[in-house]
């Protein structure tokens, strides 16, 4: 999944950080002569211009890459896009690349920035519902594969190239030949470039930062995959400890069971009975008080499944040194267990990092896995090649680079802890939290599932809230959060940057943000 947080309609009434259209009179040449145009190591496909209305999308693409906040596709079509020049480039940087990328200009009413929009899971597909939405907000932008097709890792398998390509290269090439077009269509450079991303999206944000740090003013960057190889490790953890055993596995009907529970230990201990855990690092809730008394029930959990969860609960550990090797789930996070203990399988993208990057072996059986052994080469063998764990981002703030980073405490995908570790570790080589707020902040967001969805308030505005703060120098004291029903708001809450909290004054509406402090 790859939400973007723009503000949906309903909530952009009452967001603070919406930005009124700046748009430039550049007059673009022709598009169809950008078919001409040079570039290294690019041939260009296709520049042609599109005309306002419906656009149909390319057949190659999974169900997920059909939607994205503020975006209806049905049936593959994207409808209500301005008139723009569609530009479709390959890219060969190596002998193995083979990278497509589009690029998408709007024909009028062009803002004079660039957006690039990031992949989700191994990518395979270019993210064209989430270009659809940066050019509606008068963008340029562009979106690429990542240089292979199909959402699995089998792609790397024999192709070190192409591993390089999806880790990094991609993204970075991507972006210096869009900029590029964008300066021949309109004669003129994008006045500010943001990259825009959740998941691997948010990852390929911080690769960026920590590795191209001039390529662009402002990033964001959700629930990012920053350590892909200790992610896959805490997801074998879970599957060892909840699918190996059949006797351990929770079936899903009892995953309600749990989360109510966890909220009722958990829930007030932010002052306010919500519903939703505020600061789930504070919570110790033991799914033992659920245990069986005898046999089985779907309202208890035997012993072997109470062991599955407090599992979960756990950080991922070496066995043999007890080196902690990534944080656990939080409580409040079981109505989305499916993805990691779900089964048959594990994780999917974690099962075919170890498949096909790590032994290199498509029969490759999880349960062989073994923590020590099979974690120290794991590490080995990456070495920074797609995790994204430098904290040195000095050179990205010294251009006056701004970086938003969030995570919702109830992902089951990405472990929510894993962003704030990170987060702390740069703020310790930034020179201490209040440096590092100049031009970072983390915000977590209590009750969001992995890039967005949940029981707590999670449509927000991140793209303009940076724009605030890179175009106007207004940095995000809390940022603006709306939960729907029906397309409707019922509840809104400030996010605050971290470590702040927001904590209710006591008195007023408790589904009205005004009624909250950050603290």
Known sequence: MRMQHRASSTAAALSMVLLAPRFVNAAPSSCEALAKLVLPDTSITLAQPVPAGEFTLPGDLRPDQLSAPGVTPAAGVLKKLPAFCRVAVTLKPSSDSDI??????????????????GNGGWAGSITYANMAEALL???????????????????????????????????HEMTIKAKAAI???YGEDPKFSYWVGCSSGGKQGLKEAQNFPDDYDGIV??????????????????????????????????????????VAACDERDGLKDGIIGDPVSCRFDPATLECKEGDSPQCLTR????AARKIYEPAQNPRTGERLSPRFEPGSELGWRAI???????????????????????????????????????RIDNGTINATSVDLKRFTAHRGKLILYHGWTDT?????????????????MGGAAETAQSIRLFMVPGMNHCGGGEGPSVFNMPSTLERWVEDGKPPDQVLASHLTAGKVDRTRPLCPYPKVAQYKGTGDPDDAVNFTCR
Request: proline share 7%; charged share 20%.
């Open 100 to 117: 497509r990328v589009e690029i998408w200009m709007p024909q009028a009413n062009w803002n004079g920035k660039y957006e690039a929009v």
């Open 137 to 171: 907000n008068g963008y340029a932008t562009s979106g690429t594969d990542t240089g292979h097709m199909g959402g699995g890792g089998s792609f790397a398998l024999g192709h070190p190239e192409k591993l390089i390509d999806f880790a990094w290269r991609s993204e």
């Open 183 to 185: 300066k021949a269509f």
């Open 221 to 262: 960057a959700g629930a990012p995959v920053l350590n892909w190889t200790h992610r896959s490790i805490e997801a074998l953890w879970v599957a060892l400890a909840a699918l190996k055993d059949a006797a351990s596995y929770i079936p899903p009907e009892k995953y309600p069971l749990i989360h109510q529970a966890a």
């Open 304 to 307: 072997p499944q109470v062991e």
């Open 341 to 379: 203990a779900g089964g048959p399988a594990p994780f999917l993208a974690a099962n075919d990092y170890f498949k096909y990057v790590v032994f290199r072996n498509p029969d490759w059986d999880w349960r062989t896995f073994d923590l020590d052994r099979d974690a120290t080469l794991a590490d």
């Open 413 to 429: 995908n990405i472990t929510p802890a894993a962003t704030i570790e990170y987060f702390e570790k740069v703020t310790a080589q």
